[in-house]
């Protein structure tokens, strides 16, 4: 019996298995900077208790949506939710939110809208600008045109909190009160 041919190929085939017990598979991170899976102040913590506002629509024509929080729970802080009725496509055109908070933020308000359908997360950063008030806390205003197609069905979200890394990493300052409104037509 002719044993070398079959040792030859036991030994190429070894050898070619044998690099991929050595590779470490570390976890997937999205290829965009700004996305929950590299910022952690991105990802919505799971006791956050929000409320999601779910309008009812006709699914034709321009609506608005809008919600609004005093938040009352501080679990409930620097987000606000609205699900998008199921059926057809809706299109954002203008997202307008503002926001109360208890001190004026040391660097600039970065909002973020987060869009959420099935297992598929889409992150868009927005600078939010401090306006004139008739309280004494500082007010904070975003005011933008968008063209944004969202699923009908999804969860949008609008992350309003203000985030810095220290000994805790924690989120340090968040809105007394804020509303989130959305502006656009179904396709």
């Known amino acids: ?21 050595g590779q470490v598979h570390l976890p997937r991170h999205s290829r965009y900077p700004n996305s929950p899976s590299n910022d952690p102040q991105l990802l919505i913590p799971t006791d956050q208790a929000q409320s999601c506002f779910a ?6 024509g321009y609506e608005q949506y809008q919600q609004f929080d005093t938040y009352p729970q501080p679990a409930s802080k620097g ?4 699900v998008i009725p199921a059926g ?6 203008h997202l307008f ?11 600039g308000a970065e909002w973020y809208l987060d869009t959420v359908l099935g ?3 889409a992150m868009t950063g927005f600078a939010a600008s401090r ?4 309280t004494p806390n500082p007010h904070y205003t975003l005011s933008q045109s968008v063209h944004l197609a969202v699923a009908g069905g999804s969860r949008v979200t609008l992350i309003m ?10 989120i340090t300052e968040t809105p007394g009160s804020a509303s989130f409104t959305l502006i656009g037509h179904w396709e």
């Open 131 to 134: 306006v004139g008030s008739a």
């Open 97 to 107: 939110a503002e926001a109360d908070y208890d001190a004026a933020l040391a660097s």
């Open 1 to 21: 019996m002719n044993c070398r041919p079959l040792c030859l190929i036991l030994a190429t085939v070894s050898f070619a298995a044998f690099p991929l017990f």
């Open 119 to 121: 297992g598929y997360e």
């Open 161 to 170: 909190h203000n985030y810095y890394v220290n000994t805790n990493t924690s």
């Open 88 to 93: 057809k496509t809706f299109v954002i055109d």
């Open 55 to 60: 309008p009812e629509s006709s699914l034709t």
């Open 79 to 82: 987000y606000l939710c609205i």
